[in-house]
Every structure is written in C-alpha cells, then in structure tokens.
C-alpha cells in the first residue's frame, strides 16, 4: 500500500491520502463508502448496502450499480492495489481501518470514562475537549437515505452527550464559566433536553447566580408545560430543591472516597434519560437506587474460536441488525440444531462488533445459570447488597442502568420468549444476541438467522486446520466425500478431523471405512461417535414420545428424504397429523423441508437415527456413519401407495428382517 489513508464522518464523508484529499465521487458513491466505514470491520453484504443507500426505492439493477461504485471507490482509494483497502469477503465488502475520526472520538470518550472513575476531572474534560475537537460540522453531510439519517441522529445524541459530560467535568474541576458556554450551546440546540439545565443550574449556583440558577429551572418548567405537557423530571426538581435549600453539598467539587454514583456510571456515550444516573457532583447522595461498585468496563464474551470457519455472509447479517435505536434494543437471533455452531457465530460476531460497543460486551449461558437476571446485573456493577428483592424490580432495575449504554448482551441457549422477555436491556445504545435451538415466534421485532450447515469450502478450510493442508491436498477427492457426509456439522468435523489427526498413518480413504457408529451391542463407543452423538441425545430428552418414535422410525425409510404420503403410511397416522408431527420436527431442526411435501435428514442426524430406531424397531441392526461401510438398519420399505410393515399388539411396526 502507498501513503496512509484516513477518513472523516463526524462532518463531511472525506478520506485523505497522505496530506492529499481523495476525490470520492459522486454522493451515492461516497454513501456506499460511509456505511462501509460504520460497519467497523465487519463485512456488509450487497443487500445491505442497497438498503441503506435507497431503501424501498432501489433500483431494478442495485446490485450492479453497487459493484460499481466498489471497484471506484478501489481505485481511488488504493489505485497501486485496489483491493486492499475494500476487502471481498463472503459475497460482502468490508473496510478494515482505524484512521478514523469516528474511532478516535470513541476512544477519547473511552479515556474520559476512565479519568472521571479515577476521579481526574481535569483528565477527563481534556479528552472530552479533544474528542469534540474532531468533529467538522453535522456528521455525514452530504449522504441521504434512511439509514445516513439514522447514523447522523446517533452521532449528533453522542456529540451532545460528550458535551453535557464536559460540562460536568469542568464543573467538578471548579471551571464554571467554561461549563455555562459550553451548555449553552447544547441548550440553543436542544432547548427541551433536561440534563444540560441540570448542570447549568449547577454552574451558576457554584458561580455565586442563584437566582439565575432558578430562573433556569422557571424556563425550562414552562417550555416544557407548553410543548409537551409535562413538569420536569425527578433530577431538575432535586437540583432546585436543593438550591432552594442552600445545601452545602453543592457548594462545592468535593470528591469523595467512593464516588456516589447511583447505580452505576453513566458513560460518556450514554444517551442519559430521566430515570438514569444523574452527575455525581450534583445529586449526589440523592436516589436511593442500590450504588454500583465501579469498575472495569465489562468484557464477558468467551474467546473467539481458534478454528472458526466460514459464516461470513451470516456474520454479516448478525451484525449489520445490531444498529442501536433512540426507542427499540435491536435483537439477533440465532437459531439451528445442537451445536450447529449458534454460540460460536454470536461469540465471533460479539469480537467483530464489540468497538461499537464501548460500555462492555455481556454474556449469560439461559441454559446453565438460575438467575441470568443477578448475573447481568453484577455484570453492570451492582452488588450481590444492591440486588433487589422481587424479579420485577430486579429487571426494572437492569433496564434503567442500562438505558443509553452502549451494551452488547448475548444470551446463549434460551429456551423461550417468557424468559428472555425481562432480560432485555433499556434503549438507547444495547444491542443483544439470541442462540436458541427453536425459533422464538413470540419474541416481537427480533431478526431471526436459521444457521445450518457449513458450505462445502467452508467445511475442507475447518477440517485442513484439524488434519493439515498437505495431507488433505493429496486426497482432496477423499476429503471432499468426507464433508458431504458430515453435512457441513462443525461439531462432526471437529470430532472427525480430531480422530483422524491422531492417526497419521490412515489414508482418508481408510479412516472413512474405519470411522462409523458401532452396533449397540459392541463393548467400546469411540469417543469421536459419542461426541457426535450427545448434543443430539439430549435433544431427544427434549421431545414428546410421538416426535421421538416418528424421528426414529422415519430413519428406516430407504433414503434420508421422503414424501409426506410415505411417512403418513409409516407412522399410521392420517396425513394432517402426519404434516403436524412432521412440521415440529422441523421446528427443533431435526428434520429439513426437502420441497412441497417433502422432508429430509441431514446425513449426520439420518445416522443418529438410524442407529436408535431399534428402540421402535426391536431388534434391529444400527445404522453405520455415513462415513462408514457397516451393516444397514433393515429399510421400512414404505412407497406412497406400498403396504405397511405388519404391526405388532403395542402398536409399533415389527421389524422387516433379522435383527
């Protein structure tokens, strides 16, 4: 790459070469490069990008169109090698890049956050000073759309916040007339925003004016009675009782041991609402809300996984729904079979966003905690002493400390809408991430992603990590047979690559006529079927005995797929029970919809099947690996128009052959 680039969003979309501006063409051209840089990293796949630029009013040829405003913006931006700067990556593009205004405001509001916990004011108002130092007018001027608007409102609120906290550290660093100019102009902005006539009335009380201290409040009581209808809120009319009341906390900064803040500290990104924290300096010892132990920033995602593979189009997709709203929490979520990878995909995609969120990354196991909702809140910095008593308080609770904080919160493995309900954090600035193995349809406004298998390329990178890239290479036929059988599972894989790993003499033509499920009867289980074969047993223990005999009597049918007739005439049943039954194994994953009609095993389910369908078939021998070359269970040879298999006094089809 040539000289370094930088790019600007927090006034005009501009990129600079070295001390030369980059012409960026035309406004759609430079709209296509802002999202790019929003994204942080992360790859926007082309649906996205034409959303953003035109919404519903794209045109007939977007896609096109967008690949050609990408291969400009390339040229221009790196001509000695156009590619590096906009990456391909998944079927999307992604621009990796920290010169970026928009990332160095973040961090110096990072840096003051950590200041104001230290209890260095002074520290902290010099990076908030540097921080609005960057900007250079209204935050992506120049690009339109829906989106473009979206982002400029999020900016603006971030800029407007940054100032409030500014404000506040000047005060508490005893520089009064600064703060007065300095909520002046937020307040000729945002004439009916409460928090900067809190801190004004503040400086002018510290500044000797109290009776211009109440007059501030006098206003603002009347704009708001005339244009919302609404008194002002519980912090306004603390500050003017205390005023009124000359309380001598008010005199002055004084900092204390441990900081007073209620609750928890309110960043500097945060969007700060009535019911939140109010400045500590100025209210404090005022709100009874149960007082956070500060702390670190929060940082609970688990490692990335080392070996992860492919997803990126589904990455991308995760990621580009977790956009904060003033009003809503975007909610991801994930779902798909048992280890599937749906904790892998939200974890990876958690480190890829995690720089949108500064004020910490959450994550709580539904399946394995008793009470996610103590875990969040220790998580944000409330004491086991702090916890409320009633579950409703507790979540009252959990929304208000973290309404406007840039949050991420991923919850892993939930089991239905009742229980991730409460668990959702306030607006304003959190995001979450859902896995769940079935979709939870009573869960409004979230976006759903059904994650499957690995595509074919996706799963010879996983298994070449595993095995080695020279030994797959030399039997790529082999290793290619080995992947379709394992239906792209990442778990088979895994477990595969690792068998085959520690045998270094074994072909991949050997292992795949070595490795397959033993009968029952065998006296070992390779370790390798038994971690495959677990996640899928305990979603078994999570079935009704009708599902559980129709997944595994269906396996016995001659193929992985079969018609809905087929299956009907198998299980007994008349057609629209069948459909049902059939419908809500597809529901938990266990089955695929194969076309009208039609439904089908994913190969290393079919197996699993297969070899526990002597449970409904006595006798009968189990069903090998699809990898392997052992004895097959006894078909249930069941045509649309055949005759069924001879029943037995329970009810069940007696087996078709030896066992």
Known sequence: MGERLRFQVLGPVRAWRGDEEVELGPPQQRAILAVLLLQAGTPASPDRLISAIWGEAAPRAAVGVVRSYVSRLRRVLEPGDPAAVIESVGGGYALRTRDLDLIEF??????????RRAGDAPAAADALRAALGLWRGAPLAGVNGEYAEFERTRLEQLRLTAIEDLAAADIESGRHAEAVEELA??????????R???????ALYRSGRQADALAVFAEIQGLLAAELGLYPGPELREMQRRILASDPALAAPVAPAEPPVPAVSTPASAVVNASAVANASAVANASAVPVAVPGRVPAQLPPDVPEFAGRAEEGARIAGALVPSAAAVPVAGIEGLAAVGKTALAVHVGHAVAARFPDGQLFVDLGATGD????????VGVPDAGLP???????ALWRTLTSGRRLLVVLDDARDAAQVRPLLPGSGGPAVVITARRRLYDLAHA????LGGLREDDSLALLETLIGGGRLREEEAAARELVRRTGGMPHVL???????ASRPGWTLAEAMRRIGRPDPASPVFPPECRAIEQPYESLLEQLSPAQTRAFR????????????TAAAAALDLPRQDTEILLESLVDAHLLEPGGPERYLYQPPLWTFARGHAHADLTGAVPAPGPWSGARQVPPLRRAAGGSAPPRSRAGRPRPSGPG
Do not use: C, D, Y
């Not at 008593?389 to 979540?395: I, L, P, T, Y």
């Not at 976006?447 to 059904?450: D, E, G, P, S």
């Not at 895994?494 to 085959?500: D, E, H, M, Q, V």
């Not at 009597?553 to 809905?564: I, R, V």
């Open 106 to 115: 973040e961090r110096l509001l990072g840096t003051a956050r950590q200041a």
């Open 185 to 194: 102009r937020v307040i000729a902005e945002q004439p009916l925003r409460e």
């Open 196 to 202: 900067p006539r809190e801190l004004l009335m503040l």
């Open 372 to 379: 996610p909702l103590a875990e969040l809140l220790r998580g």
């Open 389 to 395: 008593e009633s579950f409703s308080e507790r979540a």
């Open 447 to 450: 976006h759903w992603l059904k």
């Open 494 to 500: 895994l477990a595969l690559g690792a068998r085959i």
């Open 553 to 564: 009597l269906l396996a016995t049918l001659e193929t992985p797929e079969f018609s809905l």
